[in-house]
């Protein structure tokens, strides 16, 4: 009887023990839970535009604003360059996080070699995958400032401006969509002119190509946007000028 007593006793100030040593023990806060990581395409908002009225959508250091395939994609010496050293299957895209309607964007552009592809999406959406749909400017021999619409209607604007471009060289694109309208130019001279009718998008992303095919490297600099614009060309050649 004694040592059941006794184990009793035993017991219980063990089980006070543990209590007053959890007692002491400070308490750990709870830890937040983190965020889940937002998606890539998720749409961010343009900053303000600058003095010079253009909006910043590249600070020729990372890819912040645009996500796609990093294995062909890259920043290099503030520029943005797409390259397939092997070739493609398929077409690829760096896309824009940020969606635009009525605009210009001027940029400058090199592509290597001349016969190989690639082109500017604007007003565009994803599609089935890796794709893109809506309007492409072009580039590429044979193709250099025409208009079509990706994984849609195809050629929308025929005329090619082969004749202004400056193979394997750094060539300047400008193109414009204001509503129903689009003009596109290289290096200071119009190649197409475009009237549309209801099919075609008023607002959509950018996107910028490599196309299937062989080898290709594809470099961009010097990107400015302007938001609302007038519907004409700044990089034009005015009477008299030369380019």
């Known amino acids: 009887m004694n040592r059941i007593v006794c184990s009793t006793v035993a017991g219980v100030a063990l089980l006070t023990g543990a209590f007053s040593f959890a007692a002491d023990k400070p308490a750990v806060p709870a830890q937040p839970a983190k965020p889940a990581a937002a ?59 940020f969606e635009v309607g009525d605009f210009r964007l001027i940029v400058d552009v090199k592509l290597t070699p001349n016969t190989a592809n690639s082109g500017i999406q604007f007003r565009s959406i994803p599609w089935k995958g890796h794709e893109m749909k809506g309007y492409q400017a072009d580039m590429g021999k044979g193709w250099w400032g025409k208009i079509y619409e990706e994984s849609g209607r195809g050629l929308l604007a025929k005329k090619d401006g082969d004749a202004f471009v400056k193979p394997g060289e750094w060539n300047t694109y400008e193109i414009v969509a204001v509503g129903p309208n689009v003009l596109t130019a290289l290096n200071g001279n119009l190649c197409s002119e475009l009237e549309e009718d209801r099919e075609g998008a008023r607002v959509g992303i950018f996107g910028l190509q490599v196309h299937s095919g062989g080898p290709t490297e594809v470099r961009f600099k010097n990107l400015r946007l302007e938001l609302k614009p007038k519907l004409e060309l700044v990089t034009a050649k005015k009477d008299g000028e030369k380019k």
Request: glycine letters at 12%; proline letters at 7%.
């Open 39 to 97: 998606p890539e395409d998720e749409k961010i908002k343009l900053p303000a535009p600058g003095p010079d009225g253009f909006v910043q959508i590249f600070n020729g250091t990372d890819l912040a604003m645009w996500y796609g395939d990093m294995s062909i994609w890259k920043v290099d010496n503030g520029e943005i360059v797409g390259k397939s050293e092997k070739g493609l299957k398929k077409n690829d895209f760096l896309k824009s996080k």
